[in-house]
């Protein structure tokens, strides 16, 4: 059974650092991203990552800011968040694909149950 189970979430104040965690279980897969959905919104991307971890994507709002990366012996997926902002206050959700990564919800099969993170001005 595959599940992914994020961790790393809390509530820290604008300009700080966190660093999420997603762990995978039940099987590997080709890419995997970040996506997050703040209340009242859609749910929308962040990061995304091969698994080589050659590849990788970001939103524009987090560019320079956060890094995506995963430790296949672990089979976890990482999210450093650093200079967080207001803005960011988010679920943050972990996307597993079997597919090239890409920006596309619509492309992860597999979904985690999300983790909180809210950012104090």
């Known amino acids: 059974q595959v599940q992914l189970v994020e961790s790393g979430g809390g509530l820290v104040q604008a300009g700080g650092s966190l660093r999420l965690s997603c762990a995978a279980s039940?099987?590997?897969?080709?890419?995997m991203g970040w996506f997050r959905q703040a209340p009242g919104k859609e749910r929308e991307f962040v990061a995304a990552?091969?698994?080589?971890?050659?590849?990788?994507y970001y939103a524009d709002s987090v560019k320079g800011r956060f890094t995506i990366s995963r430790d296949h012996a672990k089979n976890t997926l990482y999210l450093q968040m650093n200079s967080l902002k207001p803005e960011d206050t988010a679920v943050y959700y972990c996307?597993?694909?079997?597919?090239?990564?890409?920006?596309?919800?619509?492309?992860?099969?597999?979904w985690g149950r999300g983790t909180q993170v809210t950012v104090s001005s």
């Open positions: 996307g597993a694909s079997p597919n090239f990564p890409t920006r596309s919800e619509y492309e992860y099969g597999y």
């Open positions: 039940g099987r590997t897969f080709s890419s």
């Open positions: 990552i091969s698994w080589s971890g050659g590849v990788t």
